[in-house]
């Protein structure tokens, strides 16, 4: 398998930073909506899609460069830095409004897989780059996020491989949600068969 390291910014098609924080404020919430994505959210390599407030679709057009839809990488780049996940093709909502913590990525699909560069920036390497611009001074933050992000170098493979890899991967992930569920559960039926005999 042969790489070559490549610039980030030859890998994205578009980079956009979360609104300011006086674009989205408390009264903007609603019930029900387009989701706001939190720390919760991205804290995984695919993104969590519960815990969400919520903002009206008027509300999302406006902020439209904030707004991240399957196939998108959403990054945290201050507070819990580092957070690094995708938004599946087969998510929940057609799109989301990232927070003013995170940015969003877009990549070139001929060239980069968006479930394989996750999986890769979850690797120590991967985390070492992407935390190489980090700040060290007051609250953490990724130094000129989409700026630095862009001057990364990526181990570029060819797509066919970064697609079998990240399927193997993925594959794995979901046997591994599966079998904890299983023990969830396995665990609640224990629990109450000993409160019923005890």
Known sequence: MSKVMTLMNDLIELISM??????????NFISDGVPVLNGLNVSSIKLIETS???????????????????????????????????IPENSKYDNYVISQSQFRVSLKRDLVDPIFFTY??????????LLSFKSHVGV?????????????????????EQKK?????????????????INDNLEAMAKTLYDYWF
Not at 18 to 27: A, L, N, T, Y
Not at 120 to 129: L, V
Not at 143 to 156: D, G, I, K, Y
């Open 120 to 129: 890769y920036f979850h690797t120590d390497e991967g985390q070492k780059r």
């Open 18 to 27: 979360g609104p300011f924080g006086s674009d989205i404020k408390v009264d």
């Open 52 to 86: 969400f407030k919520y903002v009206s679709h008027e509300k999302s057009k406006a902020l439209k460069k904030a707004n991240a839809k399957g196939g998108d990488i959403v990054i945290t780049h201050r507070g819990t830095v580092g957070q690094i996940s995708y």
């Open 165 to 181: 890899i990240a399927k193997v991967l993925s594959d794995l992930d979901a046997k591994i949600e599966l079998n904890n569920k």
């Open 140 to 160: 953490p933050a990724l130094a000129q996020a989409t700026t630095n992000f862009r001057l990364l170098e990526f181990p570029l493979i060819h797509l066919e």
